[in-house]
C-alpha cells in the first residue's frame, strides 16, 4: 500500500491519545450498564406511581431516567424528521398535503396529545413499564419533530439545480445521493433545529413525567417528577439541587453535544470560500484526536458501505440517467395507488365524522367557557409577547452595540433559552400564592419564562449586525434618539425581531397550557383560558372538551401565522433585509 | 461573400451518430390552452470525432437542449437516441462540466472525483488510483486532499474536469465552464482542454459545448451550432475549417467572429452564408400571435452609455468592435443593443450599429430631457409599458397590482421569463418616470399619486 497523504493525521496524532482511548472505552462500558439499567427498569412490571424519593443521591438516578426519555424522543423525531420530510420532498403528488399537516401538528399544544398517546401506548404494552414510558417518550417527541421535519424538507427544497443534476449524471444511486449530498446539505439546519428541539423536549417532559387523567394518576421516577413533588412539600434544599441538575444538565449538552455538533457541521457549509469566524469546540479536537474514534467508524462503515455500492451499480436503476423533471410528465397513477389514497380516504372520513360526532356532547356552558377561555389565551399570549418585546428592544440592542458584553451574553442567552420554564414553575407558583396575585397575571409571568429568551436572543444578533457604517451615518447626521430608533435600529433589528416573536409565539401558546393550571397538593389553581380547559379536561377524562379546546387552539395559531407573521416575515424578507 | 470559403454546411451524418435528437420540442403547459415553446421541434446528431459549440443569446434555450441530450431533461415531444436506442433505456456514459462547477463542499477533491466511480460499484483501490491519475493529468497533484473552498475558482473546476474525466465519458457535455472564470484562467483552461484532446489523453469520443462567448467557440469547436430564440430553434450550423491552434488575430478567425456577430445581431433575417441544409422544412416559427416584444434586459443607464460611445465613434461602427472596445461579452452587450434597436435609438445593418435622430438627440441631452426622450420613445414602441401607464390613468385611484400584468404577459412567456420582462418593465418605468412601483406591496403607482400618500403621511 503506497503512502496515503491522509495517512499523515494519524501519526501526528499520537501525542496523547492513549489516555482519550482508554476514556472512550470506559464511556462504551458506561454505556453498556445504563442499557442493561433501563432494560430491567422497563420490562418490569408497570408501576403507573412510582414514588420519589427527595435525597440528593437519587438525583442522578432521576436525572439518567430522564435524558434516556429525551435521547429516545430526539432519535425516534429524527428518523420521522428524515422519512417525513424525504417523502414530502420527492413526491409531489402529496407534497402539498403533507405540509399543511405539519403546519396544523405543530400548532397542536404538546398537552393535547396527552391522553390519546399514553392511552394508546399502555393500552398497547400493558404488562411493562416500558408502555407508559413510551407514552411520556411519544409526548416529547411530538414536541421535538416538527420543527425537524420542516428543516430538513426546506434544505432538500434547495438544494441546488445543478448538484443535482451532477449526481444524476454520475448516476449515484438514492443510497449515495443520500449520504454525500442530501445529508451533508441538510446537517446545518438539523443541528440548529435540534438545538430548539431538544430544548422543546425538556419543556415538555418536566411536565409529562407527573399527570393525572382522569381516575388514573401517573409519576414516573425522573427530574420532573422531582421537582414537582419537592415543590409540592416545600422541600427548599431539594428544589435547589433539582435546579441545579437541570442547568448542569443544559450546559452540558451545550457543550459536549452542540459546540462540537456546531463546529463539526461547519464543513457542510454550502459557501464557496471559506469564512473566517468559526466556533471551536474542545470536545470535537478530543474526540478527532483520538485515534479509535478517527479510523474505527470509518473502517467499519465502509465494510458496510462497499458491498452495497457494488449492489447498487449492478442493479438497472443504475444503469441509467433519472431525468429531473420525470415528476411533471403526467404518468398516470396504478391502481394500487388508488386503493391506498381511497382507503386512507375513509379511514380519515370516518375518524373525522366520529369526532365530530363526540364533539356533539360538548355542553352549551362548556362552549360558553371555551369561547371565553379562547379570548383569554389569546390576550395573555400577546400580552406576553408584548413584554417580552418592550424588554428586550431596548436590552437587547444595547448589548448588540457593545460586541464585548454581546461576545459574553450571547451564549447565555441561547444556555438561558434551552433551560425548561416548566422546571421552574412549580416554585414560582409557590411565589404567586404568597403574594397572592392569581393565576390570570401570574400565568402570564410563566410564559414570559419560557418565550422571552427567543426574543433577547435574536434582538442582540439583529443589533449586532447593523453595520457601523449605518451607525456613524445616524451619529454624523446628528439622528435625534426618536430618528436614531425609528429610521435605523428597528428597520436593522426587525427580520430578526420577527423571527423570534413567531418562535416566541409558538412556544407561548405551548405554554399556555401548562401556565394556566396546576395542581398543589390540596388545591387546584387555575384562570380561564384555553390551556386551563385543556388540562382541566385531561384530568377529568372530559375528551370532547379536549378536542374542541385543541381545534380552538389550532385555528387560532394557524390562523395568526397566516393572517400576521408569515405577513411581517415577507415584509421582513422584501424590505428590511441588510445585505452584506 | 468571402466568408463562405472558410464555412461550409454540416454534411449529413454517415458516421453513426453517438446521441441523435428527433424532433425534440420543449414546451411548458399553460392552464389556459396556450403554451410556452421554449425549444421548437428539431434534430441534432452528436458524432465522434468532434468538438461541437452550441451559441446563442440567453433565452434560446442551449442548457434545455444540453439537458435533453444528456437525459436529464425529458423532451416534450420527440425523442433522443444513444447509440440509436431511447435514451431513457440506455446506458448512456457521457459526463457534464458545470457552470457553478457543482462540486460537494463537504468532500476533499479527492472524495469529490472518486464519487462518480463509487457509483459504478468500482472497488476502492482501483477508484483511488484511477482518481489519482486524473487528478494529476488535470495538474492539481498535491490538492487530492484539499476541500473545494479552499481552492481559486480554476483550480476547482480543474476538479470538475477531472470528476467528468474520471468515468471516461464517451461524450463530455460542458454547460458554459469558463463562463464563471476570470479571462486569464479560462483562456489557460481552454488550451488545456485542446490539448487533452489533440493528444488524445482522454477517450472521449466527442465535446460538446455550450456557451455565449463566441470566441470560445470559433476558438474550440469543429462544428458551431447557432441557435435562435422565441421559441428556441437551430438558425445555422456549420463546420469550422481553420486549423488548429487558431489564431485570434487571423483573419479568418475574426471573419468568422463577425459573420457570427451578424447571425445572431439579426434574428429576423435567415442567414445567408449558412444555407440550413439539415432542414428542409419550414423554419419554425410561432403558433400564436405574439403581443407583447421580449423587452431586453437592459439599464437605461447602459442604453444611455452605448449610444454616447456611439457618437463618439461619429454615430456608427461595427458591434464586434464596439464589443471589443468594451471588453463586454456578447450576452452583455446584445440586450442593450436589443433595447437601444426597439425604443428606435439605434438602427443595426449588416453588423454595423449607426445612431438615429433621436438616438443623437438622447445621447446628447441632459439629464431630466433624457428621461423625457425615453419616456417618449417607451410610450411609443413599448407595449407593456403603454398599458400600465393607461392603466394607472384610468384608474381612480391611481395604483394597479404587479400581478394584473403578469397574468397578462405570462400567457406568453414561462412564469421566470415573465417575472423578469417584469423587472426590466418596472426599470425602465421607474428610470423614466412613467409610473412608480411599491415593491412591499407589488403595486404600480402614479408617481404623484405617490407624492401626495406620502405627504399625507408625513402630516399624520
Redesign the interface.
Same mark, same amino acid.
Given at each position: 500500500m503506497k503512502l496515503h497523504?491522509?495517512a499523515r493525521t494519524l501519526v501526528t496524532a499520537r501525542t496523547w491519545p492513549f489516555v482519550i482511548d482508554v476514556g472512550v472505552a470506559a464511556c462504551a462500558l458506561a454505556v453498556f450498564f445504563a442499557v442493561i439499567s433501563t432494560g430491567t427498569y422497563w420490562l418490569g412490571k408497570p408501576v403507573p406511581v412510582v414514588p420519589i424519593s427527595h435525597s440528593i443521591g437519587a438525583l442522578p438516578a432521576y436525572a439518567f431516567y430522564s435524558i434516556v426519555r429525551i435521547g429516545i424522543a430526539y432519535l425516534l423525531s429524527l428518523t420521522f424528521a428524515i422519512t417525513y420530510g424525504y417523502t414530502a420532498a420527492y413526491n409531489p403528488r402529496i407534497e402539498a398535503w403533507m405540509i399543511a399537516v405539519l403546519d396544523i401538528l405543530q400548532s397542536i399544544p404538546v398537552l393535547s396529545f396527552l391522553p390519546p398517546v399514553v392511552l394508546a401506548m399502555v393500552a398497547l404494552i400493558p404488562s411493562h413499564q416500558m408502555g407508559i414510558e413510551m407514552g411520556v417518550v411519544l409526548l416529547i417527541f411530538t414536541g421535538q419533530v416538527w420543527n425537524l421535519a420542516f428543516s430538513f424538507y426546506s434544505s432538500l427544497k434547495s438544494i441546488?439545480r445543478?448538484?443535482l443534476?451532477?449526481s /444524476?449524471?454520475? @448516476?449515484?444511486?438514492a443510497w449515495?445521493r443520500f449520504w454525500? #449530498?442530501e445529508m451533508?446539505y441538510s446537517a446545518i439546519g438539523l443541528v440548529w433545529n435540534s438545538i430548539v428541539s431538544v430544548a422543546g423536549g425538556w419543556f415538555a417532559l418536566m411536565a409529562c413525567e407527573m399527570f393525572t387523567m382522569g381516575t388514573r394518576n401517573f409519576q414516573l421516577p425522573g427530574l420532573g417528577s422531582y421537582l414537582q413533588t419537592a415543590a409540592d412539600s416545600g422541600d427548599i434544599h431539594a428544589l435547589e439541587a433539582g435546579f441545579a441538575v437541570v442547568i448542569l444538565i443544559v450546559v452540558a449538552t451545550d457543550q459536549l453535544a452542540w459546540r462540537p455538533l456546531i463546529a463539526w457541521s461547519d464543513?457542510?457549509?454550502?459557501?464557496?470560500?471559506?469564512s473566517a469566524d468559526r466556533l471551536t469546540s474542545p470536545i470535537l479536537n478530543l474526540l478527532q484526536r483520538s485515534a479509535l474514534f478517527a479510523s474505527l467508524p470509518g473502517q467499519l462503515w465502509?465494510h458496510i458501505e462497499?458491498p452495497m455500492?457494488? /449492489?447498487?451499480? @449492478?442493479t438497472k436503476e443504475?444503469?441509467?440517467?433519472?431525468? #429531473?423533471?420525470?415528476g411533471t410528465?403526467r404518468n398516470t397513477a396504478s391502481p394500487a395507488l388508488w386503493t391506498i389514497a381511497i382507503l386512507a380516504l375513509t379511514v380519515v372520513g370516518w375518524g373525522a365524522l366520529q369526532a365530530v360526532l363526540m364533539l356533539r356532547t360538548v355542553t352549551w356552558p362548556e362552549l360558553k367557557l371555551l369561547l371565553e377561555g379562547a379570548v383569554a389565551t389569546f390576550l395573555r399570549v400577546n400580552a406576553a409577547l408584548l413584554i417580552s418585546a418592550l424588554w428586550t428592544i431596548p436590552v437587547g440592542v444595547a448589548i448588540g452595540f457593545n460586541p464585548k458584553i454581546a461576545r459574553f451574553i450571547q451564549p447565555l442567552a441561547q444556555i438561558l433559552a434551552s433551560v425548561p420554564a416548566t422546571a421552574f414553575f412549580p416554585i414560582l407558583l409557590i411565589g404567586l400564592v404568597k403574594i397572592g396575585g392569581g393565576l390570570g397575571i401570574g400565568s402570564i409571568a410563566l410564559m414570559l419564562l419560557g418565550t422571552q429568551w427567543y426574543i433577547l436572543f435574536n434582538v442582540i444578533a439583529g443589533a449586532m449586525s447593523i453595520p457601523s457604517d449605518l451607525r456613524e451615518v445616524s451619529s454624523l447626521f446628528r439622528f435625534t434618539r426618536w430618528q436614531r430608533w425609528t429610521r435605523l435600529i428597528l428597520p436593522g433589528i426587525f427580520p430578526y425581531l420577527i423571527t423570534g416573536m413567531v418562535t416566541a409565539s409558538g412556544g407561548a401558546w405551548n405554554a399556555s397550557v401548562f401556565a394556566e393550571y396546576s395542581r398543589m397538593p390540596g388545591r387546584t389553581l387555575q384562570t380561564i383560558g384555553l390551556g386551563a380547559q385543556i388540562d382541566a379536561a385531561t384530568d377529568s377524562g372530559r375528551f370532547p372538551v379536549l378536542l374542541l379546546a385543541t381545534i380552538f387552539i389550532s385555528l387560532m395559531v394557524v390562523t395568526m401565522n397566516r393572517l400576521v407573521w408569515r405577513r411581517l416575515y415577507r415584509?421582513a424578507e422584501?424590505?428590511y433585509k441588510l445585505e452584506g | 461573400m468571402q466568408e463562405v470559403a472558410i464555412l461550409s454546411p454540416a454534411e449529413n451524418v454517415k458516421t453513426e451518430a453517438i446521441i441523435r435528437a428527433e424532433r425534440i420540442e420543449k414546451y411548458y403547459a399553460q392552464p389556459s390552452e396556450n403554451r410556452i415553446q421554449v425549444i421548437s421541434a428539431t434534430d441534432l446528431s452528436i458524432v465522434p470525432g468532434e468538438i461541437v459549440a452550441l451559441l446563442g443569446p440567453s433565452g434560446s434555450g442551449k442548457s434545455t437542449m444540453l439537458?435533453m441530450l444528456?437525459?436529464?431533461?425529458?423532451p416534450s415531444a420527440g425523442q433522443v437516441y444513444w447509440h440509436e436506442k431511447p435514451?431513457?433505456?440506455?446506458?448512456?456514459n457521457?459526463?457534464?462540466v458545470?457552470?457553478?462547477f457543482?462540486l460537494?463542499?463537504?468532500?476533499t477533491v479527492l472524495e469529490n472525483v472518486e464519487?462518480?466511480l463509487?457509483?459504478?460499484?468500482?472497488?476502492?483501490a482501483e477508484r483511488h488510483e484511477r482518481s489519482m491519475k486524473m487528478i494529476d493529468t488535470v495538474g492539481l497533484d498535491g490538492f487530492?486532499?484539499a476541500?473545494p473552498?479552499?481552492l481559486s475558482g480554476g483550480m476547482r473546476q480543474r476538479v470538475g474536469f477531472a470528476?467528468a474525466l474520471v468515468?471516461e465519458p464517451e461524450v463530455l457535455f460542458m454547460d458554459e465552464p469558463f463562463s464563471a472564470l476570470d479571462v486569464l484562467t479560462a483562456e489557460n483552461l481552454r488550451s488545456e482542454l485542446l490539448e487533452l484532446w489533440e493528444k488524445k489523453t482522454m477517450p472521449t469520443k466527442s465535446v460538446f459545448i455550450v456557451t455565449h462567448n463566441i470566441e470560445e467557440a470559433v476558438l474550440l469547436a469543429d462544428r458551431i451550432i447557432v441557435l435562435g430564440r422565441n421559441p428556441g430553434h437551430i438558425r445555422t450550423d456549420f463546420r469550422v475549417q481553420i486549423l488548429q491552434p487558431r489564431d485570434r488575430k487571423s483573419e479568418p478567425f475574426t471573419q468568422l467572429v463577425d459573420y457570427i456577430y451578424k447571425v445572431l445581431t439579426r434574428p429576423d433575417v435567415a442567414p445567408v452564408a449558412a444555407p440550413d441544409h439539415q432542414h428542409p422544412g419550414p423554419r419554425p416559427r410561432d403558433q400564436r400571435q405574439m403581443h407583447y416584444q421580449m423587452l431586453p434586459h437592459a439599464r437605461p443607464g447602459g442604453i444611455a452609455g452605448l449610444l454616447e460611445l456611439l457618437l463618439d465613434k461619429g454615430g456608427r461602427d461595427d458591434i464586434y468592435r464596439l464589443a471589443d472596445d468594451l471588453a463586454f461579452e456578447i450576452d452583455d452587450l446584445l440586450p442593450i443593443v436589443d433595447a437601444a434597436q426597439l425604443l428606435g435609438f439605434l438602427k443595426i445593418e449588416e453588423g454595423d450599429a449607426s445612431i438615429t435622430e433621436k438616438g443623437a438627440e438622447f445621447a446628447n441631452s441632459e439629464i431630466l430631457r433624457q428621461k423625457e426622450l425615453f419616456r417618449d420613445a417607451a410610450i411609443e414602441h413599448v407595449l407593456l409599458l403603454r398599458q400600465i401607464r393607461r392603466a394607472l390613468e384610468s384608474k381612480s385611484d391611481h395604483t394597479v397590482p404587479e400581478d394584473f400584468f403578469l397574468d397578462m404577459i405570462d400567457e406568453q412567456f414561462s412564469e421566470e421569463e415573465s417575472r423578469r420582462q417584469m423587472e426590466t418593465a418596472i426599470n425602465w418605468g421607474r428610470y423614466a418616470e412613467l409610473f412608480d412601483f411599491d415593491?412591499?406591496r407589488r403595486r404600480f403607482v402614479m408617481p404623484d399619486a405617490l407624492e401626495e400618500t406620502a405627504a399625507n403621511e408625513e402630516v399624520q
Open positions: 497523504p491522509l441546488p445543478e448538484m443534476e451532477a /444524476r449524471i454520475y @448516476r449515484y444511486s449515495q454525500q #449530498l451533508p464543513k457542510f457549509k454550502f459557501e464557496q470560500v471559506e465502509s462497499e455500492y457494488r /449492489r447498487f451499480a @449492478r443504475a444503469r441509467v440517467v433519472h431525468p #429531473l423533471d420525470e410528465s415584509l422584501t424590505r | 439537458r444528456t437525459g436529464l431533461s425529458v435514451i431513457a433505456d440506455a446506458e448512456i457521457v459526463s457534464i458545470f457552470q457553478s457543482a460537494f463542499p463537504w468532500m464519487a462518480p463509487q457509483a459504478r460499484g468500482i472497488a476502492p487530492e486532499s476541500y473552498k479552499e470528476r468515468v415593491a412591499a
